[in-house]
Nanobody, 121 residues
């Protein structure tokens, strides 16, 4: 599975962005998908994950109620809708694929390149 993330940009605090991650290959629908982020000088952190069917979703506490992960298996794409953005959400955001929804980056098999989200105060 090859993944390509896009949709990052500069947004003011309180604003919204939607990230997309397009997958190639015929097995996208068999993978759980996750979003991670990495701020400069920090570790890569779990943001959200979704099961292969989309029936189960998981979020880090600090984004619950603000971010929504979703997927469209027909389009081989996973999304991260981000609302009420805060300066501390600034980071490179990465999508990844795994056999099950995981919060640990090392358990993901495939990664996309990062897309930078910058939230100004």
């Amino acid at each position: 599975v090859q993944l390509q993330a896009f949709g990052g940009g500069l947004v003011q605090a309180g604003g919204s962005l939607t990230l997309s991650c397009a997958a190639s290959g015929r097995t996208f629908s068999s993978y759980a998908m996750g979003w991670f982020r990495q701020a400069p000088g920090k570790e890569r952190d779990f943001v959200a994950a979704i099961s292969w069917s989309g029936g189960s979703t998981y979020y880090r506490d600090t984004v619950k109620g603000r971010f929504t992960i979703s997927r469209d298996n027909a389009k081989s794409t996973v999304y991260l809708q981000m609302n009420s953005l805060r300066p501390e959400d600034t980071a490179d955001y990465y999508c990844a694929a795994a056999r099950s929804p995981e919060v640990v980056p090392g358990l993901y098999d495939y990664w996309g390149q990062g897309t930078l989200v910058t939230v100004s105060s």
